[in-house]
């Protein structure tokens, strides 16, 4: 059974940091390309970040560029997303996701659509 299963949410005031570790079991997603998403109540679920299969391509959305990072370690199968300088809309349930279909290459996708497999989600709670 495939799985992508997030850690690292929780409460933080304004300001503050988390990291959010995203780790894939059941196959391998080392060469693939890999995304964060996030989904505030009442709101559409948007783009954060992505990484590209070979690990030499980023994107963000601009909401997050210079605060947030997005890292893969493919030895461990795992994808991470530092948060700094938090705010409070950052506030959302924050989702992994595979894009089994772009692999091996340097390109990422921004539309959730594209993603084939998801976590469960992380709640992210920033207080003001």
């Known amino acids: 059974q495939v799985q992508l299963v997030e850690s690292g949410g929780g409460l933080v005031q304004a300001g503050g940091s988390l990291r959010l570790s995203c780790a894939a079991s059941g196959r391998t997603f080392s060469s693939s390309a890999m995304g964060w998403f996030r989904q505030a109540p009442g709101k559409e679920r948007e783009f954060v970040a992505a990484i590209s299969g070979s690990g030499g391509s980023t994107s963000y959305a601009d909401s997050v560029k210079g605060r947030f990072s997005i890292s893969r370690d493919k030895a461990e199968n795992t994808v991470y997303l530092q948060m700094n300088s938090l705010k409070p809309e950052d506030t959302a349930v924050y989702y992994c996701?595979?894009?089994?279909?772009?692999?091996?290459?340097?390109?990422?996708?921004?539309?959730?659509?594209?993603?084939?497999?998801w976590g469960q989600g992380t709640q992210v709670t920033v207080s003001s």
């Open positions: 996701a595979a894009d089994s279909a772009l692999a091996y290459n340097a390109y990422v996708r921004r539309v959730a659509a594209l993603y084939d497999y």
